[in-house]
């Protein structure tokens, strides 16, 4: 089995590669430019006995898909799943947007989405699954998370649309939304490690659930997702933030 997780070298991709690695299985780890994570996490998944290559590329564009699935492709045994957790901090509100970046960000934190489906096509097969990681903030708008939130919520709205196409074909396609996680993108966002420990415990402390988001929360849910138990989940969007969201 083979499986690409994009932004895979840290955070909450990394997480999720974690989760799915198994003895003698291929994973594939897209990421941008941080050379060291990478190969931090390559080694750590290989301890685990899985089969790991890392591939630098550019999911934003068009091009840099085409380049991630030719090497994708030459590793053999074609592409069995596929989650998509990379994305472009920018932050920013809307009305203060730089617009060139801006449209950068919608670009990879959305319609990245599109550009993985269509070039894995010749990859993918009956009973693959397609698991994008969005977030509560495509639905409920916040502060500087402007690029981020409308990127993912264009990811929704593909997934619904491309249900119709890939469901005949037995493939699946579906969306989880994890709650706050301490990450490298909350401190970029928020302005700092010390003001994203501030944020998630304050988050934390609201919580209907009473705890901050643990990364099994949600790569558990991708877990299952991958899994033939899930073949008939179809175009979905889960939340897994303990309650947030849904009570204020």
């Known amino acids: 089995m083979t499986i690409l997780v994009t932004g895979g070298t840290k955070g909450i991709g ?36 899985a089969a790991v290559h890392t591939v630098r590329a550019d999911i934003g564009t ?9 090497e994708v492709e030459s590793f053999g045994n074609g592409l069995d799943h596929i ?11 809307l009305l203060d947007a730089d617009l060139v970046k801006f449209t950068r960000a919608v670009e990879t934190n959305g319609l990245s989405l599109l550009y993985l489906v269509q070039k894995a096509q010749p990859l993918l097969r009956r009973g693959s699954s397609i698991v994008f990681v969005s977030s509560m903030g495509a639905r409920i708008p916040s502060p500087n998370y ?22 005949p074909r037995g493939i699946r396609i ?7 996680v301490h990450t490298t993108s909350v401190a970029a966002m928020v ?22 988001s643990k990364d099994s929360d949600y790569a558990s849910l991708v877990e299952y997702l991958l899994s033939p138990e899930a073949e008939f989940v179809q175009g979905q969007v889960i939340a897994a933030t303990g309650g947030t969201g849904i009570i204020g």
């Open 14 to 49: 990394l997480a999720i590669a974690r989760r799915v690695a198994r003895h003698g299985e291929r994973l594939v780890l897209g990421y941008a430019s941080d050379d060291m994570s990478a190969e931090r996490a390559r080694a750590e998944l290989e301890g685990r006995g």
């Open 62 to 70: 068009i091009d840099g898909v085409e380049a991630l699935m030719k």
């Open 83 to 93: 989650v998509h957790s990379a994305a472009m901090i920018y932050p920013t509100n």
């Open 146 to 167: 402007g690029a981020l939130g409308v990127g993912k919520a264009l990811a929704e709205a593909i997934i619904r649309y491309l249900v119709a196409e890939l469901a």
């Open 174 to 180: 579906n969306a989880i939304a994890p709650g706050l």
């Open 191 to 212: 302005g700092g490690e010390e003001k994203a420990a501030a944020v998630v415990d304050r988050a934390a402390r609201a919580n209907p659930s009473g705890r901050a």
